[in-house]
């Protein structure tokens, strides 16, 4: 009986050695970042967070602030790899959308960063952002223009429509 319960106990711690070696080696890495933007253009959570146009993790959270001049509108990320992924500390975030139609996304930019890798729960800065139009502006910019041009070829008066003032202001 004693034989046994030794034979069963070496099994059992040699399966458990042998399993934390494998263990260690797939073990995913996971990280909570967070950043602070003044517009979150239509972010929302489970959106999609990219490094040099890579997948790396999604948007836990995206919450108002506005009583924070410095932060109001926070968002969490959750960047999980598995590989090691080192974000330096300096790198900066920004909210691009995914093509034409796609909705938005979280880019995380690393490419001028040289600081030490950020740590769990650390904020990144983001970078201000210019803000895009919307398919809807876009077209509504267009067809001022191509009116624009008709009537400037046509020798006729100026249309008396306005582009948008949201147009106007991001287009300088």
Known sequence: ???????????????????????????PHRQVLKSCFADVQGLKRGAEVR??????GTVRSVRSNPQSKN?????EMKVA?????????????????AGLLGGSLVTIDATQASELPIENYGYLKSKSANRTLSLDEELTAARFLLELEAAQKSDQK????RMP????SSKH
């Open 51 to 56: 490094i040099a146009g890579v997948d790396v």
């Open 165 to 168: 003032a949201s147009a106007q």
């Open 1 to 27: 009986m004693l034989k046994k319960f030794i034979i069963v106990l070496l099994v059992v711690i040699g399966l458990t050695a042998i399993g934390s070696l494998f263990a260690g080696r797939f073990k």
């Open 158 to 161: 100026i249309p008396d429509k």
């Open 81 to 97: 790899t598995a590989y090691e992924l080192r974000i330096p500390r300096d790198s900066l975030t920004e909210i691009d959308t």
């Open 71 to 75: 932060c109001p509108a926070e968002i």
